[in-house]
Each structure stands twice: as structure tokens, then as C-alpha cells.
């Protein structure tokens, strides 16, 4: 099991309280001439080049940065963000750029600047300290460590006052007495090693359904029935929460988590968190009603959200659902694509110095766009004096469905759909005249990996060929631009450092490469993943956890092993899953034995904390419940395979092949003059059927 840890107190060294840094994108991008520059202006990452001319010597995270601190005997200065980090800019402006203030950092430390989108691995251990030290986190990220990287003193963002006083104190509290910041490092230093430790158990007892039931209940607790998602002054989607609980939902017969995702599904596509203009999802709602957003916009949300819609349509047949689907990959298309087929990182939530200022509209300026049909419009997106957000400006969002608004306005709702279309053209025409907030143009490896699962779902629910097409297009550009042999790069840009790619770049684009081969039926993709995971477990294995660590080198101060699911799936739970399918596609018993194994590791925290490990829940669902193999054989099998995915199946792996294949559950199975669909439990099929009605038939009779 996972050892708990406590959280580290240390009064002497806990200067000030430190605000959390509730999200974060910066810079304007504007040109202009410099009085400094620092080692930073070689780096390609917008986040590192943001800070290329403060009067800081800022290094990038090397070992030779690490080293000239140990040879100078200096305390380091590690300052971690993101580009879209409006805090992180925040600091910036107001702290970094400060010449007394770079004075102090120059004269006592070594400073490293770390985006955490290129070094997750470096993110994620002094992220970790700092919950040990505060108890809390965010970015800016701000760690100060010895020399040997081990850490002193962790906050987020400060002004400029704060921070002068906290390098004066911990500077002091070096000088004056090492021994003792010396064993404060190693308590944390080995906090961050506890937290990384976990114990692999042989007894796979434990994966009952009755431990799933009681997470399940656990969190309902938490639930907000009313607004959907979890209880709280904020929300994040999560979407790796609802596509668990969606299948969750329809194998347990629960209506009452049906209900639960529909609310939440429907109240995050009618809130300001989605961009009813342009389309696509900022990252998180900075209310309980999903009203007002925080105004970055993700990749990896996004490549979720995009899955997750899909899905859910195939439960619901909602038109929403459907129209959220189509204007998101618009979006991603308009904003986010590069010109080879990938897409990049994010989009910040600022401009002009303002946050969300690109996005929100005053009511003159409506009136002024929009003229007559401004008063329709108003009462659509709630403009009227309750909801102004700041500076007199107003965050668009729904509180009634197109039916109901129609019925009420007296509209059809062709003429309604007319409207809006006619609205979003002029406001789209208009915004776009603004200045546009910064892109991130990294190309994250891992993060693609989900886009391509986005499209895929989309694919198998609209049966829409193009989603499919955008689907390879970017695996072939990770396949060209971000792969030698069998080594990925985790952040590709033209130009820039290749560095190497970690546990989650591998785990998701082998689970891609997966999904792909069961949409195409191309066993090249299955070849790729096969290859691709096996390449993972040597570079990643953890044989004292049975787990896969996050990176294959030891440079940093301690082990780091992903296991919790947040904003993103982990990428262990990742790997189970991909050996899980192995195990059924291959009929591989040691790939099954190994993700049962992984998942009963996990079993203590997936109990308490359903929340935070969803995925793991989802494997526990494949894994308690029936699941079942259907294989589709014959020159027909796409066409096939194509109306078995636009059904929602959950624990049902479906895969097909068109022509005579060795393959475990195709093999023997190919014949001319026909196309047989085999129904399967644990490798035991029913006789062959030729219609999907007949198929789903055996699969509810199994």
C-alpha cells in the first residue's frame, strides 16, 4: 500500500503565508528593446524566453547549473510556472523584473527557471515538498534548496516585499547555521521519498465489486447534485471522473450517477467555463455554477473534454453534446493546430495586461455589433445588470435550453439555431480584431496523445471520417517529429531541446496507438503500441513498487511514481489499462497479471478517494464486471466495427480485421464470402452472427 505522509512544519522556517496561485498564463509578447538578458534567451519554451531579459541571472534546469551551486557553495533558487500562468506573469512584472530584487537573488543564489510543461519530472518533486512544507500548492512554484537540491523553503506567489524578506531570512538561516536548514532538507527530502514509496501486494483478493461500490458512495458525498461536479467555491471538470462514472452509470444500473453526469455535463456546456463564441473550455470555473471562468485554455482539457462529449452522446443522444463536439475541434482547428497537423500546448488567459480580456464583452459593444437582435441575444447569455463580472463586463453563459428559450421567445428552432449562428460570425469577426492572447506553440507528446483519443471517440460516435484522419495526422507527426528508434521526446519545437520523453508520453500514446487500431483496424497501430509499451517497462519499470516511474534517469533528489488521476489521467493507471487490453487482444496472461497487480497495489487509495482515482476505478469496473471481446472478421469488419462504436459498451474491447490474421481472436476466423461477428467472454466466443443487432443481443444474453 501507499504510505500516508504528514505534512512538515518547520516554524522557523515558514516566513510568511504564500498566496496559492489558483492558475496562471503570462506575457504580452510584445518586442522592445533590452537592458538585460539572462542565459534563458536560448531556450524555445514561451514560459523560459518570458523571463530571458529580467535582471535575474536565470539558468535553465541543467546539472551544470546544479554543479556551479555546489562549487560556489550557494543556496538555488528553483522557480517553476507555465506560459498560460497569469500569477506566474504576475510575479514576473511585479518581483522578477525588479533590479533590487534580482540583486539579492544574484548576490546569494543560483537561480533556475523550470517550465513545468517541458519538466513535469522537476514540477512534480517540488511540488511535492512544497505540500509537505505548506500543505497546499500551485504556481508560481517557488523552492529554494542547498546546493545538493534538497529543499529549505517552498511558496507560491509573492510580492515583491514578501519575497525580499524570505531570500533575506532563509540566506541568513544558511549562513548562520547549515546544520540545521541541512536536516530540515533531509526531512523533506525524505517526505518527498515516503510519498513515492509504494509497497506491491501479490493478493489480488481485494478486487470485488463491493470495493468499487463503496467508493463509489464514498464520493456522492461530495457530489453537487444540484450544478454537478464536486461541492466547492471552484470546480475543475475532471474528465477522466465522468467518463468513469458514465460506465460506471450503465453497468450498475444506477440512475442516480446517470443523472448526476448529465447535470454536470449539461451546466459545464451552457457555463461561461465554455466559450460559446469560438468554441472549446477554459480551464476551470472560478464559482460553484460553472458561470465564470478562469480563462486559460489547455490542450489536454480540451483533448478530454472532446472524448468525453462524445461518449456521452452515445448515451444521451443529446444535440448539445453533438454541437459541443463540432465547435471544440473548430476551435482546436482555428486556434490551436499547427500547420503539419499537431497541436499545441495552450492558449493564455491573458491580454493587454488583463486576464480574460480577449473573451468578455461590454453591453455597448453587444449593442453596438449586434443592434436589433440585441435583446434576443441579451436574455440567450444573460447580459442584464445581476451578472456583470468586472469592469462592468460580462462572462456569456445559459441558464435554459434551446427548447425551452424557443418556446418562451417564440422562435422555431431552426430560426433560433439561424440566430445564434448569425450572433457568433459578427462576435467572432469582432473579437478577432482584438489582441489576441499568447499561444504556447510546444508540442507535448503526451498531451497530442489525448487529442487523438478526443478525435477517435469522436469518430466512433458521429461516424465522421475526418475526426479519424485528424487522429493520424497527429500520431504521424509524433511518429516524424517526436520519436528516434524507440526514444519519445516529451515537448517538440522546431528548434528547440529535445528532451527526453517521460512515463506519461509513452503510456498515452501507446493507449492512442491502441484506440486507433481499434477504429481503423490497421495492425500497424496495434504493432506501434505493443512496441511502444515494451519500451516503456525498460525504461520505466520500478521493480521495488511493481509500478513504472515517471522518469528514466535518477538526476533528481528523489523516485517520483505517478499514481493519483487529477486534471489528467495517471500514467500508471494508463499502463494497467494498456496491459489490460493487451492481455484481451493477445490473450497475454502476464499483461493481465500485471495490470490486476498494479490495481490491487492501488486498492487502499482507490477506496478513500474515488476522486482522485478514477481511472483506477475504471479499471476496477473492467476488472470486478463481465468483460467481453468482440471481434469482427471479414471484408466488411469496418463498416461493422464503425455501428458497434457509435453504441455505448462499456467493458466491451471491440476490434475487427479485414483479412486473414494470426491474430488470438481473429485467427482461424476469416472466410471469404462473409463478415462474422464473434462475441466473447475470457476468450469463450458464442457462435458467429452477421447483423450488430444480433451481436448486442448475445452480449445482453451472455
Request: aromatic fraction near 12%; charged fraction near 25%; proline fraction near 3%.
Amino acid at each position: 500500500m501507499i504510505r500516508h505522509y504528514k505534512r512538515l512544519t518547520f516554524l522557523n522556517l515558514i516566513l510568511i503565508s504564500s498566496l496559492i496561485c489558483l492558475s496562471c498564463l503570462d506575457s504580452k509578447g510584445q518586442k522592445m528593446s533590452h537592458k538585460f538578458t539572462n542565459d534563458l534567451v536560448h531556450e524555445t519554451s514561451p514560459y523560459l524566453l518570458q523571463h530571458a531579459h529580467n535582471p535575474v541571472h536565470w539558468k535553465p534546469w541543467s546539472n551544470e547549473a546544479l554543479a556551479k551551486a555546489k562549487k560556489e557553495d550557494k543556496l538555488v533558487l528553483v522557480s517553476v510556472g507555465y506560459s498560460s500562468c497569469h500569477w506566474c506573469h504576475v510575479m514576473e512584472e511585479e518581483t522578477f523584473a525588479d533590479e533590487e530584487v534580482a540583486k539579492l537573488m544574484n548576490e546569494n543564489f543560483v537561480n533556475i527557471k523550470v517550465d513545468r510543461e517541458e519538466r513535469p519530472d522537476v514540477d512534480h518533486v517540488y511540488m511535492t515538498a512544497l505540500q509537505l512544507i505548506k500543505g497546499n500548492g500551485g504556481w508560481p512554484l517557488n523552492v529554494i534548496t542547498l546546493p545538493n537540491g534538497k529543499p529549505i523553503y517552498g511558496g507560491t506567489y509573492h510580492t515583491k516585499e514578501q519575497w525580499m524578506k524570505v531570500l533575506a531570512e532563509v540566506s541568513k538561516l544558511y549562513k548562520e547555521d547549515p546544520k540545521k536548514a541541512n536536516e530540515y532538507a533531509d526531512m523533506v527530502a525524505q517526505g518527498i521519498e515516503d510519498v513515492n514509496i509504494i509497497e506491491p501486494v501479490s493478493d489480488l483478493d481485494g478486487l470485488q465489486k463491493e470495493v468499487l461500490s463503496e467508493s463509489v458512495q464514498q464520493w456522492k458525498a461530495n457530489w453537487d447534485l444540484k450544478w454537478g461536479g464536486n461541492k466547492g467555491q471552484q470546480k475543475f471538470m475532471v474528465p477522466v471522473n465522468l467518463d468513469f462514472l458514465m460506465d460506471y452509470a450503465a453497468i450498475t444500473k444506477d440512475e442516480e450517477t446517470k443523472d448526476f453526469v448529465k447535470t454536470t455535463l449539461d451546466n459545464i456546456a451552457m457555463g461561461g467555463v465554455y466559450d460559446h463564441i469560438a468554441g472549446g473550455f477554459y480551464r476551470y470555473s472560478t464559482d460553484a455554477r460553472w458561470k465564470i471562468p478562469h480563462f486559460e485554455k489547455m490542450l489536454y482539457d480540451n483533448a478530454q473534454l472532446l472524448s468525453v462529449y462524445s461518449k456521452a452522446y452515445t448515451i444521451f443522444k443529446d444535440p448539445l453534446y453533438k454541437k459541443v463536439v463540432e465547435q471544440t475541434i473548430a476551435f482546436l482547428d482555428r486556434e490551436m493546430k499547427n500547420a503539419e497537423g499537431a497541436y499545441y500546448s495552450a492558449i493564455d488567459a491573458d491580454s493587454d495586461g488583463e486576464e480574460g480580456k480577449f473573451y468578455i464583452w461590454k453591453e455597448k459593444e453587444l449593442k453596438d455589433i449586434l443592434k436589433a437582435d440585441f435583446d434576443t441575444f441579451s436574455k440567450y447569455f444573460n447580459i442584464s445588470r445581476s451578472n456583470i463580472w468586472e469592469n462592468d463586463s460580462y462572462v456569456l453563459f445559459r441558464k435554459t435550453r434551446d427548447e425551452e428559450f424557443a418556446k418562451e421567445n417564440g422562435l422555431t428552432l431552426e430560426k433560433l439555431e439561424a440566430l445564434k449562428q448569425n450572433w457568433k460570425d459578427k462576435l467572432l469577426t469582432h473579437r478577432n480584431k482584438r489582441t489576441p492572447p499568447l499561444i504556447d506553440d510546444k508540442i507535448i507528446t503526451s498531451w497530442n496523445a489525448l487529442l487523438i483519443n478526443g478525435f477517435v471517440e469522436a469518430y466512433n460516435a458521429f461516424d465522421d471520417p475526418e475526426y479519424l484522419q485528424k487522429a493520424e495526422k497527429i500520431f504521424n507527426f509524433i511518429k516524424t517529429h517526436s520519436l528516434q528508434k524507440d526514444q519519445l521526446v516529451h515537448s517538440y519545437k522546431k528548434g528547440g531541446k529535445r528532451s527526453e520523453g517521460y512515463i506519461e508520453d509513452y503510456a498515452l500514446l501507446a493507449n492512442a496507438s491502441l484506440n486507433l487500431y481499434r477504429a481503423s483496424l490497421s495492425a500497424e497501430y496495434l504493432k506501434f503500441s505493443e512496441e511502444l509499451i515494451q519500451a516503456a517497462t525498460t525504461k520505466f519499470s520500478d521493480a521495488n513498487s511493481g509500478m513504472f516511474s515517471f522518469n528514466s534517469s535518477d538526476e533528481l533528489i528523489a523516485k517520483i511514481i505517478k499514481t493519483d488521476d487529477g486534471v489528467m489521467p495517471s500514467p500508471n493507471s494508463i499502463m494497467a489499462e494498456n496491459l489490460l487490453l493487451l492481455g484481451h487482444i493477445d490473450y497475454n496472461k502476464e499483461a493481465t497479471q500485471k495490470a490486476r497487480t498494479m490495481l490491487s497495489t492501488m486498492l487502499p487509495m482507490v477506496k478513500d478517494n474515488a476522486y482522485s482515482y478514477a481511472k483506477w476505478n475504471s479499471l476496477m469496473l473492467n476488472t470486478v464486471y463481465p468483460y467481453y471481446e468482440i471481434a469482427v472478421v471479414g471484408a466488411d469488419a469496418k463498416k461493422l466495427v464503425a455501428q458497434l462504436n457509435k453504441e455505448h459498451l462499456p467493458n466491451v474491447l471491440i476490434v475487427g480485421a479485414e483479412k486473414n490474421s494470426e491474430s488470438p481472436l481473429f485467427k482461424g476466423r476469416f472466410v471469404e464470402d462473409g463478415t462474422y461477428i464473434y462475441v466473447c467472454q475470457d476468450h469463450t466466443c458464442k457462435l458467429p452472427v452477421v447483423t450488430v443487432e444480433e451481436a448486442l443481443e448475445q452480449l445482453n444474453d451472455f
